[in-house]
C-alpha cells in the first residue's frame, strides 16, 4: 500500500523554532501582536500610546499631580499670595528655588508611572522659565562708560584693611560701602586713599569716587521712627543713617547716585518673616527716588531682599536691575559662603547696563556686586 505524499506545511516539525509564527508570513518583519520589529522605528511609539490610551498610567499618582499643579500656581500667582506674616515677601525672596521641586516631583512622577503627574508638570516648568528663563544666560555686552560697585563689608568683618585692599583693585570708579562701623572706618579710609580722590561717609554708609561728588548728603528712609523719633539729637540720628545722595560728575554728564542700606529681616518662630523697618525703608527710599530731578539714577546698596519681592515695587517701577539687564545667571550674593538670594543691588534709570557680575569673596558675609553702565 501506498501512502499519500506529505505536503510541505506538513514536513515542518511542529516545535520547529526556525518556523515563523502562525499567521505571519515569511519575510513579514512584524512582531506577533502586530507590533514591528528592530529597525522600523514604529514599534515603541505604538506601545507607547497603547499605554497612553489605558487608563491606568492616568489614575495613578492623583497626590503627584495635584502637587504640581499647586506648584505651578504658587509660582504663577505669587504676587497674590496674602502678606500676612510678611508669608508673600518670603515667597519671594526665595521664589528662584521653587524649580528645584520640579526634578523632584518628576522622579515621582515616572516612579508611579503616573501620565497625569507628568502631565500636569508642564504648568511650573513653563511658568519657572517664564520669570526666569531669561537670567539663565550671559546678557552682557563689551563697553561702558562707569564701573561701579557696592559691598556690605560687615560689621564683624575680621580684615577690613584687607578687604579695602581687594575692593580697590576691582578697578571701580564708583565704589560704595555699607554697614561701616567706627572702629573699621579708618581702615577702609586708609586703604581706599590712593586710589580714589573723593568720599563721603554718612553714617554707616560711605561712597568713594574717583569722579568730583557735589550735593551730598543723607536721604530720610525713616530709620528712627515713632513718636521718639524727633527728640534724637541730629548727631544721634546721623551716626545711625543708612542712606545717602550724591552727585558723580562724569565726562557725559552728572549723575545722581543713592546709596541705601534697609532694614534687616528677621525668620521668628512667633511672628513669621519679620520686615517691617525694611519695608518702611523701601517706601521711604521709592519716595525720594520719585522726587529725584535727575534723569540719571544709579542706586547700590544692600536692600536685604530680591527685586522679586513686592515691597520693593515703589523702586523697581522706576528703575531696573543692572543684573536682570545685563548680567550673567542670578547672581545671587547672600551669604556668600553658600549664595540663595540676590540682596544686594545696582538699579538705574536713564542709563545703559553694559555688564554686570558678582565679585570673589572678601571677609564680608555678603559678596560684592559691580557693573558697567554706559550713556
Request: hydrophobic share 40%; proline share 9%; glycine share 12%.
Amino acid at each position: 500500500m501506498m501512502w499519500p505524499t506529505p505536503s510541505a506545511r506538513e514536513t515542518s516539525p511542529p516545535n520547529d523554532p526556525s518556523a515563523p509564527p502562525s499567521g505571519v508570513e515569511p519575510g513579514d518583519d512584524r512582531a506577533p501582536g502586530g507590533d514591528t520589529g528592530p529597525g522600523t522605528g514604529h514599534g515603541g511609539i505604538r506601545r507607547a500610546v497603547r499605554a497612553l490610551a489605558r487608563p491606568d498610567p492616568w489614575r495613578r499618582g492623583p497626590v503627584l499631580a495635584a502637587l504640581a499643579l499647586s506648584l505651578g500656581l504658587v509660582m504663577l500667582l505669587h504676587a497674590r499670595i496674602t502678606d500676612r506674616g510678611s508669608l508673600g515677601s518670603l515667597v519671594e525672596t526665595f521664589l528662584p528655588w521653587f524649580g528645584l521641586f520640579v526634578p523632584v516631583l518628576l522622579a515621582g512622577a515616572l516612579s508611579r508611572r503616573s501620565a497625569s503627574a507628568v502631565a500636569a508638570l508642564l504648568l511650573p516648568v513653563m511658568v519657572w522659565l517664564n520669570l526666569f528663563g531669561a537670567l539663565l544666560g550671559d546678557k552682557s555686552q563689551p563697553g561702558g562708560d562707569l564701573t561701579v560697585v557696592s559691598h556690605n563689608v560687615d560689621a564683624g568683618n575680621p580684615d577690613p584693611a584687607g578687604t579695602a585692599r581687594e575692593l580697590a583693585a576691582s578697578g571701580a570708579d564708583v565704589l560704595a560701602l555699607e554697614e561701616l562701623t567706627p572702629q573699621a572706618l579708618g581702615a577702609y579710609e586708609q586703604g581706599l586713599a590712593k586710589a580714589y580722590r573723593y568720599h563721603t561717609v554718612q553714617g554707616t554708609i560711605g561712597l568713594w569716587s574717583k569722579l568730583p561728588l557735589s550735593d551730598t548728603g543723607p536721604v530720610d528712609i525713616e530709620t528712627d521712627y515713632g513718636p521718639l523719633a524727633a527728640t534724637k539729637p541730629a548727631d544721634v540720628k546721623m551716626a545711625g543713617n543708612r542712606a545717602l545722595r550724591t552727585t558723580v560728575t562724569t565726562g557725559k554728564g552728572p549723575v545722581a547716585v543713592y546709596v541705601a542700606h534697609l532694614g534687616s529681616v528677621r525668620l521668628m518662630p512667633s511672628s513669621g518673616f519679620w520686615t517691617g523697618s525694611r519695608d518702611r525703608n523701601a517706601q521711604a527710599l521709592g519716595k525720594a527716588l520719585a522726587a529725584e530731578p535727575n534723569r540719571r539714577v544709579v542706586l547700590l546698596g544692600d536692600l536685604n531682599g530680591t527685586t522679586d519681592d513686592r515691597v520693593f515695587d515703589a523702586i523697581t517701577s522706576r528703575l531696573r536691575s543692572a543684573q536682570d539687564v545685563a548680567g550673567d545667571g542670578f547672581g545671587f550674593t547672600w551669604p556668600a559662603g553658600f549664595p540663595v538670594a540676590r540682596i544686594d543691588q545696582i538699579l538705574v534709570r536713564g542709563v545703559k547696563p553694559r555688564s554686570s557680575w558678582v565679585l570673589p569673596s572678601t571677609g564680608s558675609d555678603h559678596l560684592p556686586v559691580a557693573a558697567r553702565i554706559a550713556w
